[in-house]
């Protein structure tokens, strides 16, 4: 066993130098796909930012030298014109990936990407429709992940005991047991646990009764007009204790809660969008871990969200596009590392989907970041950040 470990690392002592240099004619040209929904803000943002990586790359030289060039769709916020498009760019050479804005167009070119062998790094969170997937990863945080990053927030916070407010659904079941699940870890018990009918607008025992509990925090659940309605009840029984919410609702592709009925909730979000505007950058400035371990990294990639009209601003959905757009470039040098040959495109896609997976985890604006095996989102909780809603969207709490 020995001897083959030694000759092992001889072999990649002695192959590392020419790994290190490809050769120009590992590759004539890599394509890489963006589709957006451009009719959105949030979309356009996304073009736009896609737009300026493109460039920056450009101007770089490239990957090695070889040119990258990024082919950019937009889908008009339909799923089915999604899926079109990606299958468009993929019979033009992708050979990864970047959409979409709305959960339900990921969704669609997930099932195209598994197809086709193509890897899809999607900036919305979603499931996709089968399991386990393969080829398809989110890079924004699913409700397990928010959940993780709540309670270690709570717990960095010192609370000992959380409350959860939600309506009579199984995400809010799930919810319950996760928060059990987690707060077991670090010492934090869920003191109350009340559920209301889905739909009800008026929760006068059930609030109430959280409010009593006197927890650390309430965290509240559900859809946009289920965290209205949580926030708001709690407000009127006294409760004036921090709530966290579920970030899913404010992605694009529905109508998100009103800023002014939910102001003050904290939700959990990349940290590049807890560094936008000037309190963010002031908070970075006096704290090197300001919005978690990835705070460097995040700094980083908010200056250059800054610099495209309308991508801080939209940084919950445009982080993830400039992280998972750097992600495959980093793929791109491992495969021209080591000469993949680029005659057989199959071939190609699968060596970048390897060296996706196969990359450490990597600390962006969108958080810290691990593509792996059997797992749809990249997202570690650890390098998340919370987030406070404002009348006018999130900023640093």
Do not use: H
């Amino acid at each position: 066993m020995r001897r083959l470990v030694l000759t092992a690392s001889l072999l990649a002592a002695l192959t590392a130098p020419l790994l290190l240099l490809p050769t120009a004619s590992a590759a004539s040209e890599l394509v890489v796909g963006l589709i957006a929904s451009r009719t959105l803000a949030p979309g356009a943002a996304q073009t736009l930012v896609g737009t300026a990586w493109a460039a920056e790359v450009r101007a770089g030289g490239g990957v090695f030298g070889v040119p990258v060039k990024l082919l950019i769709a937009d889908d008009g916020g339909d799923p089915r014109r999604a899926a079109e498009l990606a299958e468009r760019q993929i019979a033009n050479g992708a050979l990864a990936l970047v959409c979409c804005t709305t959960a339900a167009a990921s969704r669609a070119v997930a099932a195209v990407a598994e197809t086709a062998g193509v890897t899809l790094l999607a900036p919305a969170p979603f499931e996709p429709a089968s399991q386990p997937n393969y080829w398809a990863f989110s890079l924004a945080p699913s409700d397990t992940d928010a959940l993780a990053a709540i309670v270690a927030d709570a717990y960095r916070d010192g609370r000992s005991s959380l409350a959860l407010l939600a309506p009579d659904l199984p995400l809010s079941a799930a919810a319950s047991d996760q928060l059990v699940a987690l707060g077991a870890i670090v010492g934090i018990r869920l003191v109350a646990d009340e559920r209301y009918p889905a739909g009800q607008t008026e929760l006068r025992p059930e609030a109430l009764l959280v409010a009593s509990a006197r927890p650390g925090a309430v965290v509240v659940w559900g859809f946009a007009d289920d965290l209205e309605t949580a926030v708001s009840a709690l407000r009127r029984r006294g409760y004036e204790g921090d709530t966290y919410g579920r970030s899913l609702p404010f992605y694009p592709g529905g109508e998100p809660p009103t800023g002014a009925r939910v102001a003050g909730m904290l939700v959990a979000a990349p940290p590049a969008a807890a560094l936008s505007g000037d309190r963010g950058l002031a908070r970075s400035l006096d704290d090197p871990e300001a919005v978690g371990p990835c705070t460097a990294a995040a700094i980083k990639d908010a200056a250059r969200l800054a610099a495209v009209p309308g991508a801080a601003r939209n940084a919950l959905v445009t982080a993830p596009v400039l992280a998972g757009l750097d992600l495959i470039r980093s793929a791109f040098e491992q495969v021209l590392a080591l000469q993949i040959p680029t005659s057989d495109e199959g071939v190609l896609r699968q060596a970048v989907r390897d060296a996706l997976v196969g990359l450490p985890p990597t600390c962006t604006g969108a958080g810290s970041l691990d593509l792996e095996d059997g797992r749809a989102s990249a997202v570690q909780p650890r390098g998340l950040a919370l987030v406070e809603v404002t009348q006018t969207g999130l900023t640093a709490p």
